[in-house]
Nanobody
Framework: QVQLVESGGGLVQPGGSLRLSCAASGFSFRVYVMDWYRQAPGKERELVATISTTGSSTTYADSVKGRFTIYRDNDKNTVYLQMNSLKPEDTAVYYC????????WGQGTQVTVSS
């Protein structure tokens, strides 16, 4: 079964850090460029970060550049998002998906940044 399962979210104070994980199954993970997205209440889903198949190339939304790091472990079929210096505006449900030929969205993982 083709599946993406996100985890690692939680409640964190401004300035804090979290590491999100996205475990992929049912497809050849290592041949797909992968993305992290987020959707805040009342807003459209937005692309946060992208990573190439080997992890050698990454891109970020301007809003997270310098604070977030996307990386992957192809042996574990997992893509990660390390989030540092979190801000209240980072509060959202975070999702991962393939950059092309996207599959059904997972349940996401809630990140709440609040004091």
């Amino acid at each position: 079964q083709v599946q993406l399962v996100e985890s690692g979210g939680g409640l964190v104070q401004p300035g804090g850090s979290l590491r999100l994980s996205c475990a992929a199954s049912g497809f050849s993970f290592r041949v797909y460029v992968m993305d992290w997205y987020r959707q805040a209440p009342g807003k459209e889903r937005e692309l946060v970060a992208t990573i190439s198949t080997t992890g050698s190339s990454t891109t970020y939304a301007d809003s997270v550049k310098g604070r977030f790091t996307i990386y992957r472990d192809n042996d574990k079929n997992t893509v990660y998002l390390q989030m540092n210096s979190l801000k209240p505006e980072d509060t959202a449900v975070y999702y991962c998906n393939r950059h092309l030929y996207q599959i059904s969205w997972g349940q996401g993982t809630q990140v709440t940044v609040s004091s």
